[in-house]
């Protein structure tokens, strides 16, 4: 494996900015080993930066580490930028994965949004441990799980963390149905186009409108939504 690559700061994943070195050195103080550090840095994204689908997502400014820290707010995709970032700071290889999933339990709200459960270009992450990469999806935090009853999904830097495919209740929760690899930056013109095909030009476009007119907030609330049936 080419280490360099996936070790290096891009102008999206900061991992050499103060503000991730900063945050990084303080949360790993005292923590020995890269397994240890990397299970640090992964519950503190998964649980500190708040999963909100409904965060702009047409300029590559809004998946900047600082920025997705600074908001405490990111989807998926810009989730798994921040824990990239954190852990090259930390000297962990990382990079970015993406995959189709269906998701079986998105709010009402946001399935309408979609107009599909099919979610395009799901991002998480692959850290480099103990001689190979290991999955780690931090998208999902813990309060967000207890409302749809899915138990948070753990990572010991050992074993890959991927999305269950049910709930407490044995309902379908997540399926993958197709992988598009891995990348050391954020390929953003691949989730743009995957994006137009998928829910249609016109819906991106109205999307991209509104978040302009909401100056680079979220467009709804996501935590007051309904639970989907």
């Known amino acids: 494996m080419n280490e360099t690559a996936y070790l290096e700061p891009t102008a999206v994943i900061q991992s050499d900015h103060p503000r991730i070195t900063g945050l990084v050195k303080e949360l790993t103080a005292g923590i020995a080993g890269s397994v240890r550090k990397a ?6 994204v998964r649980d500190s930066i708040w999963y909100d689908p409904y965060r702009p997502f047409h300029r590559a400014e809004f998946y900047r580490a600082t920025r997705v820290l600074k908001d405490r707010r990111g989807y998926c995709v810009s ?18 994965a993406f995959a189709d999933v269906r998701n079986h339990l998105a709010t009402r709200q946001l ?6 459960d099919r979610f395009v270009y799901h991002g998480y992450n692959q850290l480099w441990l103990n001689g190979r990469w290991v999955a780690a999806t931090a998208t999902f935090n813990r ?6 009853g899915v138990d948070p999904l753990d990572f010991d830097g050992r074993h890959d963390a991927v999305f269950q495919p049910f709930n ?27 994006w137009n095909e998928a829910y249609g030009k016109e819906r991106v476009a109205r999307w991209i409108r509104w978040h302009d007119e909401a100056g680079g907030g979220s467009i709804r609330d996501f935590f007051k939504e309904d639970v989907a049936d």
């Open 39 to 44: 299970v640090e840095l992964f519950y503190f």
């Open 79 to 96: 989730k798994a930028v921040l824990l990239c970032a954190m852990a090259r700071a930390a000297g962990i290889p990382a990079r970015l």
């Open 111 to 116: 399935l309408e949004h979609m107009g599909t």
């Open 143 to 148: 309060e967000l799980c207890a409302r749809h």
């Open 168 to 194: 407490r209740d044995r309902r379908w929760f997540m399926e993958y149905i197709r992988y598009h690899g891995s990348f050391a930056d954020l390929p953003l013109d691949r989730i743009l186009a995957a």
